[in-house]
């Protein structure tokens, strides 16, 4: 009535079987997310440091390049070119939830120097929100 199966399954589950294609790590899989949420706060605050240069965020800047350069092997993450007219308070808030993503990933992989900065970005955006909320 029924056909046998006459191929190996593609979905291999069975305990010690080997598969053909490659897995990474939990850590592997953490580095890569860490990785992509600080780039992309890099990319929020190279946009900011286009609209209001300031010291703070050229050090935040750097630091972040550094990070993600640590996580990604040594490759020097793409810089983003400023652009001309964008809402501050809106990529704060944006740069403040992508550090707060980065914070939830360093801590679970256990990553002190990137759940640091993240922190600290956390609070440099609250801050620069803090005002305009008031305003409201």
Known sequence: MYEPIRAK????????????????????????????????????????????????LEAAAQRLAGEVSRLRGGH???????????????????AHALAGRALVVAASRADTSAAILAAERMDAHSSALAPSAAAH
Do not use: K
């Open 9 to 56: 399954s593609v979905h291999s589950t069975m305990a010690g079987t080997a598969s053909d294609f490659p897995h990474r790590s939990r850590e592997e899989e953490l580095d890569i997310q860490l990785a992509g949420h600080l780039a992309a706060l890099l990319a929020v605050t190279d946009e900011l440091r286009g609209l209001t240069p300031s010291a703070d």
């Open 76 to 94: 020097v993450p793409a810089r983003t070119v400023p652009a001309t007219v964008a809402d501050p308070g809106a990529l704060h808030q944006r």
